[in-house]
């Protein structure tokens, strides 16, 4: 298995001299399995080149995009897919039915003529909605996908992919299950946490080691560094620390950081990358700072070249 | 008046080495009156960038006051509102003006742009600064401050957007962006009438003269529309704008030359990063 970063960055696109080595656009991973189907998940800018790539190929006809939510920085990149302009081609989208609209009219929302001149539904391509059940596994081009639910504004999912024997997840957007537990609300700082809300993080933080236990490869929301989080622990997101307390001990053998602040120029990453190192080492768990374009391979041929 | 532009490229933000020159953000222009009134024309990404310089100054202490211009609201005109970091500090007064689109109106889209489903916002009103959003018809006449603004309708593929002539210290800017005429070389009346004279005219570049034969009717100008509305309205200076994510620094090198080539009128490519006197 393999898997590349097409797009690393939280919130929205920062195109300029700071972020040229770490990249500027937003969510998007491609999966490739060795029998060279791949899942891609998140459609946020970074999807843009991903597609670009996909129809010069020309091989696949059917792509699946497995969504973590629709918050723009994760869906921006759809209207720009190029695959779903080709005649003949399907795309299947997977995502959490966060309210009673149904996903086509969420997701299809964001081409309203308000928003973008081709309505989604208006495009060549087959575009089917699935939506996905926290804790039910589904089956997927070979690919078997866990999703389970995280702490994020309006609700978030992520993914663990089991495939070639090995194993990669993908948590991101969420925040840590201490402080806050989203809703469907909007929250302009902390609010106390009831007894009951306490229990669902309990509950969810459990699910989410569980379904994480053994992954090869983890991709973690880690939009935050400590002191930011200090300030912003109601936005939904996560620091690298947060991240390894999570995967540490649970035999995971590498964190990849993602989902980085907008506001981080390349200089604060190389820092940031090069502390969480060894705190990662420290416990046993190689921590990379995922930058576009990055190619990692997944698996037991992985594990045997690691360091 | 001083002109910035803080976001030059149409459809899609581009990062990487191949745009730093040109930038990579999505449309957003400044303009500064000579008494150092600001107003500012939609909100790309490069909104974003323009909102951390406000906030180191007045619009950080909660005192600042800006009106926003949209020449529309698809998306890469309006992707920078959630991230403009003055909406959240309760006191700045800031003014969001537009038409509405067909069929919808402007708060509601705005709104939707927030809704839960698609942003942790939910909604204008968790905007802290309260933001004013005021619709106007196209050709109305706006006076902000000292900026005296004529508006119109120009087609845009199957919608329309709105152009702006913008006068203040005796100058004039006319913004002509997300705009395709029935035909390269025929502007619509209400276009030239906007661009008649100006000493800068803003003009959708968005595909090279050969790319467009390929792009008839998705809604922007081939270069040479801008170039030939330049000539035929008398303008001072022509700043070609809103450049095709697939332009790279070196492509629109290559088009401001082909394009002064063509004209006697000083040709430049919108840029990031510089105010320009006008």
């Known amino acids: 298995m393999e898997i590349t970063f097409w797009g690393v960055r939280g919130s929205y696109p920062v195109p300029g001299r700071a972020t040229i080595r770490y990249g500027g656009q937003t969510s998007c991973v491609e999966v490739r399995t060795s029998s060279g189907s791949s899942l891609i998940v998140d459609a946020g800018t970074g999807l843009r080149a991903l597609g670009q790539k996909l129809a010069r190929e020309g091989v696949q006809r059917r792509h699946h995009i497995l969504l973590s939510h629709v918050h723009w920085d994760h869906i921006q990149g759809l209207p720009f897919f190029e695959p779903a302009y080709i005649s003949g081609n399907t795309v299947e989208v997977y995502a959490l039915l966060t309210a009673a609209d149904e996903l086509q009219q969420v997701i299809g929302g964001i081409t309203r003529h308000e928003f973008f001149p081709v309505p989604l539904e208006a495009v060549p391509a087959e575009i089917n909605f699935h939506e996905v059940d926290p804790g039910l596994p589904m089956l997927v081009e070979g690919v078997t996908i866990l999703p389970f639910a995280l702490n994020h504004p309006f609700g978030s999912v992520g993914y663990r992919l089991d495939a070639d024997g090995t194993s990669v997840a993908y948590v991101s957007d969420t925040a840590p299950f201490t402080d806050v537990l989203h809703k469907q609300h909007f929250l302009s700082g902390l609010e106390t946490l009831t007894d009951e809300d306490r229990r669902v993080l309990a509950d969810m933080r459990a699910a989410l080691v569980k379904s994480l236990k053994g992954c090869d490869t983890v991709i973690y929301d880690t939009h935050f560094l400590p002191e930011e989080y200090a300030r912003f622990p109601h936005y939904g997101h996560s620091t690298p620390d947060q991240a390894l307390e999570v ?20 200089d604060q990453m190389d820092e940031m990358a090069a502390r969480y ?7 046993g768990v190689d921590v990379i700072t995922a930058c576009e374009g990055m190619v990692l391979t997944v698996g037991p041929k992985a594990a045997a070249g690691a360091s | 008046m001083k002109i910035r532009f803080w976001g030059v490229r149409g459809s899609f933000a581009m990062c990487g080495k191949e745009f730093l020159r040109y930038g990579g953000n999505t449309s957003s222009i400044e303009l500064v009156s000579d008494d150092g009134g600001r107003l500012l024309i939609d909100l790309g990404t490069g909104a974003t960038e323009y909102a951390k310089t406000l906030m180191a100054t007045e619009f950080g202490q909660g005192k600042g006051k800006l009106a926003v211009l949209l020449t529309h609201t698809h998306l890469d005109h309006i992707q920078g509102l959630p991230f403009f970091t003055p909406f959240f500090i309760k006191g700045n007064q800031l003014r969001i003006l537009g038409a509405d689109p067909a069929g919808s109106t402007l708060k509601g889209t705005l709104q939707n742009q927030l809704a839960p489903h698609y942003s942790p916002l939910n909604g204008l009103e968790n905007l802290a600064a309260g933001v004013s959003i005021e619709s106007f018809l196209p050709g109305t006449e706006l006076t902000i401050d000292e900026f005296e603004i004529t508006t119109a309708a120009v087609p845009h593929g199957t919608m329309w957007t709105t152009a702006f002539r913008i006068k203040a210290d005796d100058k004039v800017v006319t913004v002509l962006s997300d705009v395709e005429y029935p035909a390269p070389h025929r502007p619509t009346r209400e276009a030239f009438a906007l661009a008649a004279g100006a000493d800068l005219l803003v003009h959708d570049a968005m595909h090279d003269d050969a790319a467009y034969a390929m792009a008839r009717g998705w809604g922007h100008s081939p270069v040479s529309a801008g170039v030939h509305l330049a000539g035929a309205a008398g303008v001072g200076k022509l700043a070609l704008f809103h450049h095709s994510p697939d332009a790279t620094d070196a492509a629109i090198d290559a088009i401001v030359e082909a394009a002064q080539a063509r004209t006697s009128i000083p ?3 919108a840029a ?7």
């Open chain 1, 247 to 266: 995967v540490a001990g649970n035999d995971v053998r590498r964190l990849i950081l993602y989902h980085h602040a907008p506001s981080h120029t390349d």
């Open chain 1, 277 to 283: 190192k060894e705190k990662g080492a420290a416990v």
């Open chain 2, 267 to 269: 040709v430049m490519a």
């Open chain 2, 272 to 278: 990031e990063g510089t105010y320009h006197e006008i």
